[in-house]
Every structure is written in C-alpha cells, then in structure tokens.
C-alpha cells in the first residue's frame, strides 16, 4: 500500500514519524509524499500550543479531502490527550497516542485487509511500568541523524500539557544508545543530535547511576561520528561535572539550548520552573568559562498570565544580558488540563503577539551579534547541501555557512572556514586550502 506522512510540532515528533516510516518501507510498502494518493495518511500530531491542535485537525481533513476514500491515522500528543475528538474526524479510521508506534503497521495492514468503515482508539494511558519504545534512528540528509534516548517528562511546568501527552520518563538503554551510534557511524555519518522530551531526566528511570553524560561517551571511539549535539537542557540539572564531561569530550558541539521561559523570577515561580534567573546566568558562565565562544540558545514564552510589561521588559533586559545567541519566542497558549489555565489575569492575543513581535526583534539582533563575533575567525563547518550556488553547513555552534565549492567536492566533510561576513541567509566563508 501507499503510506504519506505528516509531522507536526517538535523533532521528537519528527524522529517517531522517520521511525514509522521506516517500518513501512521495511514491510514493502510504499512512502509517498503527503500531497500525493495514498491508501493510508498518518498524522503525527502536536499538543503543545492550541495551535497545534488546530492545525492536527487541518491536516486530517486535508487528507480526507485529498483522498476520502483512505484511511487516516492519528498518532502523538494530539491524539494521546484528545483521543474522542480525534476519532470524530472525518476519514478517522485508527487513533494511536504517545505509544504503541512499533505496531502501527499490523494496525495499518489491518484496516486496509478489512476495509470497514469502523474506528478504533488504540491508545492506552500512560502508567508508571511504561518503557522505552525502541523505534529506530531518524536521519537528515547524509549529514546528520536523531537518536531518541529519552522520552516523557514528570516536571509538570504550570503551563505544559506534555507530561500529561508523553508519560513518565523512559530512557533507552546504554547498550542500545552505543548500538544505534555504531549503526550510524557504518552509514558514514558525522553529526548525531541526542534528543529527549526531558533529556536531561535521561536515565533516572533505569537502575544504577546512568546519566545524559554516561550517553555521550557511548559515542567515543567511532570512525565517522565526530559530532554529537544535544537537544534541549534544563538549567538546573546543569551540573559542574556534567560541564566538564561536554567540555572534554571533544565531541560535543558548542551550542547548548538551555531553556529559560522567562528573564523574570516571578513569572517563573508561576510556571513552576524550578531555577531562578541568577542560577540560569550562572550556568551560562559556567558554560562559557568551559567552552569559549559557546552558543547559548533558548526558549521563552510571552504573556504567561498575569506577566506585567515590568516583568516582560525584565526579561528582555535579562536575555539581553546574558547575550544569548538566539531566542525561540512562543506566545503563551492556554491548554486545558493545566494549573495556567484557570489561572487569573489571562492577557489578550493582541498583548502577547506584540510583545512577541518585540523579543522576536531582540533576538535577531542578538542572533547578528553572535555571528558578526565569528567574523575573520576560522570555524570548521559540516557541509551538508548545495543551494543557490553555494555549498551550506553548519559550525558546531549551528552557524549556517555558505561558501562557494569551486569544484571541491566537501558534502558530509568539516573544512575549516574563514567566516568572512554574514547575511540574512547566514554567514558566509572563505575556504584558503582544502
């Protein structure tokens, strides 16, 4: 049969769709792009914004639109903490949560050597015996692969459904992280980004001292792999010996996402984030004492409730001053389910779009910043593909470079770079010797 896929919200989301569409390929069936005509569309959904939902909902009626003759799929978060509502959807015929994924396919297989017109719910509530879907290992382009090593989340932030969508936290075995990284390294790839729901709640479900660095080393002594990027980290589990194990590796890249949420100590309180803005700073000292010139990206939320302009003007000061290299900038979103969302105070769409509008201009100011520092300085770049004439890649800060090949064939290698300016597209380079 011919299966299409659509992905909606994080990279996570994005690994467990590549996973499942490896599984139908390995079965002999058939990926088509999620335009074209196909016997089953899946749907992975997101849950973290409203909008999110709302655009779950778009593509499942997109597809049935399309094609109402095929049988849809919804799986993910979505359809983990709205299983009726996504079963009611028109071409509806299976819904799948957070779990469940490995067997998709039989599921899938099933509906179309049936062909009845029934719906079924196949989602299971999360519980605290849940393990670790081994799903396999999602790669981008030739360059750079995912590796799921943890999923689900026990924070419970005042304002995020995820904990509620993902379950309890699982980790993938040391052994299977070391395996996955081998497989990889056979296939010629250079970068492997580690990713988590929690990531750095890796390995507290599993016995014996296992932790986020004791994964990182499973990645020495490869051939290809040279790099390993983390997905996001929580600034309070940031410990110094953590620091010094990324700082010594020699493998991990110096971009490190630590999540901030908010540059105002009260409005953290709110959210129940357990850090406050001078342990946050003092993490990113710590990080750049270890590893100069690191990159320090984040996440902040806009119009939490209750935030006033002196706490929102706070944070901006704060991230201003901790010179952050990018800001990912998300209007709050109220989810049922939440301590936010009976929360009083609840600010307009038009309050929090414009304050977004604000710390969206800081950030790409700060983004300018970072990149003009690297300006005449030599950074070793993964080149990845070829575009408008030149060949792109990213530094291990996740700088985007162009330089032009000149007959160079540099495609999956690091070559050093002279970054000699930089634009909207990125910065730009100049190769003196290959």
Request: proline letters at 4%; charged letters at 25%; one cysteine or more.
């Amino acid at each position: 049969m011919k299966v299409a896929f659509c992905t909606l919200g994080c990279k996570v989301n994005q690994y467990d769709t590549d996973a499942m569409r490896e599984m139908f390929i390995n079965a002999g069936h058939t990926a088509v792009d999620f335009d074209d005509i196909a016997d089953v569309y899946v749907i992975n959904t997101c849950t973290v914004t409203s909008t999110g939902d709302k655009k779950s909902r778009q593509m499942a009626s997109r597809a049935h639109s399309l094609c109402p003759d095929a049988k849809l799929i919804i799986t993910g978060c979505y359809a983990q903490t709205a299983p009726e509502e996504a079963l009611s959807l028109p071409g509806v015929a299976l819904v799948l949560g957070t779990s469940e994924r490995s067997r998709i396919v039989e599921l899938a297989e099933k509906l179309i050597a049936e062909n009845a017109g029934d719906k079924t719910s196949a989602v299971t509530p999360h519980g605290p015996k849940d393990e670790f879907e081994n799903l396999s290992v999602s790669r981008e382009g030739r360059t750079r692969a995912y590796l799921k090593i943890e999923d689900g989340c026990d924070r419970y932030c005042a304002y995020c459904i995820i904990p509620y969508a993902r379950g309890p936290v699982r980790s993938r075995s040391l052994e299977d992280v070391r395996h996955q990284l081998e497989l990889l390294d056979n296939e010629g790839y250079r970068e492997v980004v580690l990713t988590g729901i929690h990531l750095m709640s890796y390995g507290k479900d599993k016995r014996g001292a296992i932790t986020l660095s004791d994964a990182i080393k499973q990645a020495e002594g490869l051939k290809n792999i040279v790099r390993i990027r983390l997905g996001s980290l929580e600034p309070q589990l940031l410990s110094d010996e953590f620091i010094k194990t990324v700082s010594e590796s020699g493998l991990v890249c110096r971009q490190f996402h630590l999540s901030l949420q908010s540059g105002s100590e009260s409005v953290l309180q709110r959210m129940n984030r357990r850090y406050s803005p001078a342990l946050y700073a003092d993490c990113v000292a710590r990080l750049r004492q270890a590893m100069p010139l690191c990159a320090i990206t984040t996440d902040v939320i806009v119009g939490f409730p209750g935030e006033t302009e002196e706490e929102f003007e706070e944070s901006m000061a704060f991230v201003q001053k901790q010179k952050l290299s990018k800001i990912h900038v998300f209007p709050y979103s109220r989810r049922k389910g939440t301590p936010a969302y009976s929360m009083p105070n609840q600010l307009s769409s038009a309050e929090k779009h414009e304050r977004a509008k604000r710390l969206i201009a800081v950030s790409r100011q700060l983004e300018g910043e970072f990149i003009s520092s690297l300006v005449d300085t030599k950074q070793d770049v993964l080149f990845e593909e070829e575009k408008n004439g030149l060949i792109w890649g990213h530094t291990d800060t996740y700088v985007k470079v162009g330089v032009k090949p000149n007959g160079a064939k540099l495609i999956n290698t690091i070559v050093p770079v002279t970054i000699s300016g930089y634009n909207r597209f990125g910065a730009t380079g100049i190769i003196k010797q290959i």
